[in-house]
Structures are given as structure tokens and as C-alpha cells.
């Protein structure tokens, strides 16, 4: 039997044979909060039901193209380090860890064989960025996802053909006219559940458009694999 060695928790430094210790693990990760089954965005504990599946105003007043999407926090301080030590600096593990927590929220929240992707895809980056980081973390963060969920995943089946600015200088509708027509199907999706993996959702508006993009294709549905989620104002 080989011991397992410790490590440094990966948000406050101390001790820990997991990628967080057990202290940062209850402090931050296990939130109980609704969320809207469509965009993930959070919604008044008022309204908690185990089972419900809630749809925030904005979801309800004009659906987005994609079906669900799973999220496993917000989008805040310290969790916020995560990600950009992913997106940044090639903190490899951290992909593995959401991949992990995503796979088990997905399974907790599953209602029937149609909520189950047949394949699972990453946001795609573009080449000039791919070449800079030498990594696409969304990648990263699917590859692990689909082994666990035991369902196909697919480096290139969506493919970015526009060089597009960088999403965070941009409000909402700069980002929606942005990513416009960035994208396309590599392969035949027609009739398939595709599961897209972002580390971060914003806006939406990427995902937003990747949606339509295999909607399009004649998708059957889109569901969305994000580890953290930026609440709306």
C-alpha cells in the first residue's frame, strides 16, 4: 500500500491530502443554493425545493438556446483564485477537481437517461491563444469529466473560427455581437445531447452561442458544464 502525501491546499496554503484541506472544502464548496436548472444563476433560498426544477425570470421570459447548465459555485472571493490559477498559471490539478465535483453534481441532479450527454466538448480557444497558454482549460476540465460520467468526449468538435477580443472588457451585448458566428460544428451532432465544459460562466453569452451554433447543427440538446458561475446583478 503506498501512503498518500500531503500537499498544499490549493486556496489556503495549509497541509492536506486532497487539493483543498477539509477546512476550505466546508467553507466554500458546500453551499446550499438554487439555482436556476437553466443558466445556473442563483436564486432566493425562499423558493428551495430538492427536486423543482426552477427557471429564474430572465429563463423564463426569453429561454436561451442552451437546455441546462450545472454549476458548482459563484464566482467570488477566494474561490475566484481557482480558476485563474487554472486559466493562468497551469495549475493542471485544479481542472481535475472540478472535473470531479461536476461529475458528482451532475449525477446528484440527474432525472432520467435524456439529461445524460452523449458527448462532452470544451469551449474552444482560439489557435493564436491555444499556442500562447499551450493548454485550453476547458479541456482540461471535460477530458476528466466525461471518464467519469462514462460518456464520449471530443477536443474538436467545435472549432472557433473568429479571433475574437477577450470577453471581459466587454458588457453583455458587446459580448453577444462578439462571439456572433465564432463557431462552428466539426462533426455531425444532429440528434445529440452535447455537454459543453467552461470554467467560468459570465454572462452566458459564449455559451450562448456555441448553443445555437449546434442547434443549428440540429442538436437535441445543450447542457452546460461550468465550474463557477458570476452572479447577475
Not at 485544479?94 to 432520467?112: I, K, S, T, V, W
Not at 452561442?209 to 458544464?225: D, W
Amino acid at each position: 500500500m503506498h501512503a498518500v502525501l500531503p500537499n498544499l491546499c490549493a486556496l489556503c496554503g495549509n497541509m492536506s491530502h486532497k487539493t483543498l484541506c477539509a477546512g476550505c472544502d466546508e467553507a466554500y464548496w458546500n453551499e446550499s443554493r438554487l439555482r436556476c436548472t437553466v443558466c445556473a444563476v442563483p436564486l432566493p433560498a425562499t423558493r428551495w425545493s430538492s427536486r423543482a426544477r426552477y427557471r429564474c425570470a430572465d429563463c423564463i421570459a426569453e429561454p436561451p438556446p442552451f437546455d441546462a447548465t450545472f454549476a458548482l459555485a459563484d464566482y467570488r472571493a477566494p474561490l475566484d483564485t481557482l480558476a485563474v490559477g487554472l486559466k493562468f498559471r497551469a495549475r493542471l490539478m485544479l481542472a481535475r477537481e472540478f472535473a470531479q465535483r461536476l461529475a458528482r453534481l451532475a449525477q446528484d441532479g440527474r432525472q432520467d437517461d435524456s439529461d445524460w450527454p452523449d458527448v462532452i466538448a470544451p469551449v474552444p480557444l482560439a489557435g493564436q491563444r491555444l499556442t500562447e497558454r499551450g493548454y485550453n482549460q476547458a479541456w482540461q476540465i471535460a477530458r476528466p469529466l466525461a471518464r467519469a460520467l462514462n460518456v464520449r468526449s471530443d477536443a474538436t468538435l467545435l472549432q472557433r473560427v473568429v479571433h475574437t477580443a477577450p470577453q471581459s472588457r466587454l458588457d453583455l451585448d458587446a459580448r453577444r455581437l462578439n462571439v456572433g458566428g465564432a463557431f462552428r460544428a466539426t462533426r455531425a451532432v444532429r440528434g445529440l445531447h452535447v455537454g459543453i465544459v467552461d470554467d467560468v460562466m459570465t454572462t452566458g453569452a459564449t455559451l450562448e452561442a456555441l448553443a445555437r451554433t449546434l442547434k443549428a447543427a440540429r442538436a437535441r440538446r445543450v447542457t452546460n458544464f461550468v465550474a463557477l458561475r458570476t452572479p447577475k446583478n
